[in-house]
């Protein structure tokens, strides 16, 4: 018992604890923008769409493309980083708003009207599709970019942040808000907000739900393609990304209250705290029996328990009907 | 060259490796066949596409035909010993897929409560079987375990060796119980919800068995668990490869395929019973409208654990037979994908009709394991065909007769569809 306090006091300092509060918010900056695609579409057709993970996976592929043409490498200078780094998240972003444009049109539309496990699992066939693709003509190794934008601020006795985790967490929040003034302010976000209430009191007052939908497919995607460039500054990805990417932004989509914006981004700020955290800490709390190999059961374990006890999530939104 | 490479050769199009000459060589490729598609739709005059239909019309009145089916059954493990190995090892794979589907079709089908975690069924029956019939737990036992033996074990050995005859249905007994410790916690929700948090618990099965290795070596781990007794009868084991019928020699997989095949016939007759049961009417109840069936006096609580029990136990007996079979098991072959792969299979089929599940593993099982075995592209073009499928059938082959009807109802008036949210999946 003794040695079980000595191994939970020893690991715990001040600086450690910080240390992995900026790196969870940082990563949970970056699920928290998958989220967001989830939550849209969630809000818009009251569909998981399993793709969207995989949208995501495309677009780090597509930054690790646009950026080795350039040849970007650890000692290029910043006058070349930013702007590759700006026409990567470009091509990204373009990318997979074709794609979830194309998800849309051929895999959930005609489906409609379909029983509903038919769209779920017609998702679930694109999902194992775009996997399958990247790993047959493109790869199925790990990849990383080289480390580009080095350096960092310190901030507390050890504890530093680094310029490409301030680069996460501020292009993600502007994201957000920039994503939250469309849904309140533009006439497209007031037709989204419309369709999520009813579908069909909507078209009765004149929404184009296709419109609407497609338009939903393309943001949500565009914003997945934006959390690739950030993803791939700080961490590798493979074919196999998307799909626990995905799982764990749709955890926090549904921790903050699936269809809510602000929720999303709390949601995945507290998804990706838990993770590091629990990561770090869980062998030395649990005595040793549990290892870091269970990082992903905290994911999922959080989720559950969200949904057992709270299935509306933090901020209470829509009624717990759905869940 | 073989039609494999050709057809490898032809996804990949003239354009050399360039991932976007390949994507345009494939959009071209679709379009193509989309508009073809586009061309022929309506065009063709009925008498040519007559033989078509009557070929489509007659496969399903032999698929709905169980004595028909049992037929198939019987004899084409036979058959396909004359053509090699493979295609036996693939049909019993198939086998199982078939056990699976109709015991997820109780959860899925039947009740409405859409699993995406039925792997863990399995894994726990195999797990069960792995633990009790191998040398795996001689370490905790730290001693020569021997009751109820199995009789091909000469003399005492290490860990436990129970017999198939206990341990089968001690699978599925373990893997009902975990269905209800899963039900419990999962009651309140409905729908997708409930898909993701059936799909946590079974990752989370797999991650405890792929690291209950430490601090107490369980599941050894990602090795997973080796030298499993096979099944045996008497001093007939399944598992010898020497067994011989007169002058024919008997491989294990055959044995294994007609024990199966004998457990598939007891359960699609106890399970086709229990559909027309008290019990299965109620589950029908709750999954057309949940709240209506609470209110008309349905205990749904009871109830929807009593579904993912009987859909547990199921799995959990084809996890016992799968793990005595292979002689070994990892948690490798627990991935979600079995899970996806098995749901597949009852929604392809027609969800809620249990002929719908079997032919529906029958032919996604086919589809899968003969799809080109290249790593990758077995999945792909798995993944390709699935989309199509649904759109183009989206009730199943063999829906069951309820269900279609509820589906042209619908059809016939689309306001009542938008009118009614319907019920969770």
């Given at each position: 018992m003794q040695r079980c306090l000595d191994l939970l006091t020893s690991g715990l300092t001040p600086e450690g604890i910080l240390q992995q509060l900026i790196n969870g918010v940082t990563l949970g900056s970056v699920y928290a923008l998958i989220a967001l695609g989830y939550s849209m579409v969630y809000g818009v057709l009251e569909l998981i769409n399993f793709a969207h993970g995989d949208v995501f996976m495309i677009g780090t592929f597509v930054v690790l493309g646009v950026t080795g043409q350039f040849g970007l490498?650890?000692?290029?200078s910043l006058a070349l980083v930013i702007p590759v780094l700006l026409l990567a998240m470009i091509a990204a972003m373009a990318l997979c708003a074709v794609l979830g444009f194309t998800i849309e049109k051929v895999a959930y539309r005609p489906l409609r009207?379909?029983?509903?496990l038919a769209p779920l699992i017609s998702a679930i066939g694109v999902s194992f599709f775009l996997e399958a693709w990247i790993a047959t003509y493109v790869s199925s190794r790990d990849h990383t970019l080289p480390n580009l934008l080095a350096g960092d601020i310190p901030l507390y006795a050890d504890v530093t942040i680094r310029y490409v985790q301030v680069l996460m967490l501020v292009s993600s929040v502007v994201m957000m808000v920039g994503l939250q003034q469309l849904v309140r302010r533009t006439s497209l976000g007031r037709g989204m907000r419309a369709v999520a209430q009813d579908r069909e009191a909507a078209e009765l007052m004149g929404v184009n739900m296709d419109r609407v939908i497609s338009f939903t497919f393309i943001i949500g995607s565009a914003l997945a393609g934006v959390a690739a460039v950030l993803w791939m500054l700080n961490y590798s990805t493979n074919q196999t990304i998307g799909f626990i990417a995905g799982l764990k932004a749709f955890t926090a989509a549904v921790i903050g209250g699936i269809g809510n914006i602000p929720g999303a981004m709390l949601g995945g700020f507290l998804l990706g705290l838990a993770e590091s955290l629990g990561a770090a800490y869980i062998s030395n709390a649990s005595c040793g029996i549990f290892s870091s190999a269970y990082e992903d059961v905290f994911a999922f374990a959080f989720l559950i328990l969200m949904l057992v006890f709270r299935p509306s999530g933090i901020m209470r939104e829509r009624v717990s009907q759905r869940a | 060259m073989s039609f494999v490479d050709a057809f490898v050769a032809f996804l990949h199009g003239p354009f050399g490796n360039n991932p976007f000459a390949i994507l345009a060589w494939q959009a071209l490729l679709a379009g193509a066949a989309y508009l073809i598609v586009r061309l022929v739709r309506g065009r063709v005059p009925r008498q040519a596409t007559a033989p078509v239909r009557l070929a489509g019309k007659g496969a399903s009145v032999v698929l709905r035909n169980r004595y028909a089916l049992l037929l198939i059954g019987l004899f084409l493990p036979l058959i396909e010993l004359l053509t090699g190995g493979y295609l036996l090892s693939v049909t019993y794979s198939i086998e199982l897929y078939v056990l699976l589907a109709v015991g997820l079709n109780i959860v899925v089908g039947f009740t409405g409560l859409l699993d995406l975690g039925y792997v863990a069924f399995f894994a726990v029956g195999a797990y069960v079987y792995g633990l009790f019939a191998s040398p795996q737990l001689y370490e905790i036992t730290k001693q020569t375990t021997y009751f109820l033996v199995s009789q091909s074990v000469v003399g005492p050995q290490p860990g436990f060796h129970i017999s198939m005859l206990v341990l089968i249905p001690l699978a599925g007994a373990a893997a009902a119980l975990f269905g209800v410790l899963i039900g419990i916690p999962t009651l309140r929700l409905r729908g997708d919800y409930l898909a993701i948090v059936t799909l946590g618990f079974g990752e989370i099965t797999r991650i405890f068995a792929n690291n209950l290795?430490?601090?107490?070596?369980?599941?050894?781990?990602?090795?997973g668990i080796i030298n499993i007794d096979p099944v045996t009868i008497g001093s007939y084991s399944?598992?010898?490869?020497?067994?011989?019928?007169g002058p024919f020699q008997i491989p294990p997989f055959l044995n294994y395929y007609y024990l199966v095949l004998l457990l598939i016939l007891l359960t699609v007759f106890i399970v086709s019973r229990l559909e027309r049961s008290r019990v299965g009417r109620a589950w029908a109840a709750i999954r057309e409208d949940e709240t209506a069936a609470q209110v008309a006096g349905i205990n749904t609580r009871n109830l929807k654990l009593l579904a993912y029990a009987s859909g547990g136990f199921f799995g959990g007996m084809a996890g016992a037979i799968y793990a005595a079979g292979q002689h070994l098991i990892a948690p490798d072959s627990f991935q979600l994908f079995v899970s996806i792969l098995v749901l597949v299979m009852v929604v392809a089929g027609g969800m809620g009709s249990i002929p719908g599940a079997v032919v529906g593993a029958i032919v996604v099982g086919f589809l899968y394991f003969l799809s080109p075995s290249l790593l990758y592209l077995r999945i792909l073009v798995f993944g390709g065909l699935l989309v199509l499928l649904i759109i183009v059938?989206?009730?199943?082959?063999?829906?069951?007769a309820q269900r279609e009807r509820e589906l042209e109802e619908k059809e016939e008036d689309p306001s009542l569809v938008a009118a009614t949210p319907g019920p969770a999946p």
């Open positions: 490498t650890g000692t290029s009207r379909a029983p509903r | 290795d430490q601090p107490i070596n369980i599941t050894n781990g990602p090795n399944f598992g010898n490869p020497a067994n011989h019928l059938r989206p009730q199943g082959f063999l829906p069951s």
